[in-house]
């Protein structure tokens, strides 16, 4: 038998509600040994409000861009500046073009749809740059 791979990923507590969201979501994946690595990274708006005009310091570009991965908690756009909110400047940086959003019925878990015997097994994509 192999060993399970731990796959490295740069972590945004992000704003306002974010570090609280972040943590319990961060416990949760440790409680079920999801075999992630998480590098901290500075990102949003305190990040911005230092000049950091993406919202994120060079350092932590390049550890989500050496991961090639970003778990990131909502992030504020500073009011009264002018500029896109920090996830449309991340977006655009990494040119991620577009959200999946998968929905699906879970076995046990009660829903309108589920009393209804309609079991819902539906993707999205939405485009995320056109128009920033």
């Known amino acids: 038998m192999s060993a399970v791979k731990v796959l490295p990923i740069a972590v945004a507590m992000g704003d306002g509600i974010g570090p609280e969201i972040m943590k319990s ?7 079920v040994k ?5 590098t901290p990274i500075e990102m949003g708006k305190d990040y911005y409000l230092k000049g950091f005009s993406t919202g994120m310091t060079p350092d932590a570009q390049k550890t989500v861009e050496t991961s090639g991965i970003l778990y990131k ?3 504020e756009t500073p009011k009264g500046t002018g500029v896109k909110s920090i996830n449309v400047t991340a977006r655009k940086v990494w040119s991620t073009f577009a959200n999946k959003r998968v929905f ?9 749809f589920a009393r209804a015997g309609i079991p819902i097994d539906l993707t999205i994509f939405r485009e995320n740059i056109e128009d920033t």
């Open 34 to 38: 999801v075999p992630l690595s998480f």
């Open 25 to 31: 979501c961060l416990k949760i994946f440790d409680a």
């Open 73 to 75: 908690g909502p992030m």
């Open 104 to 112: 699906e019925t879970f076995p046990g878990v009660d829903t309108v």
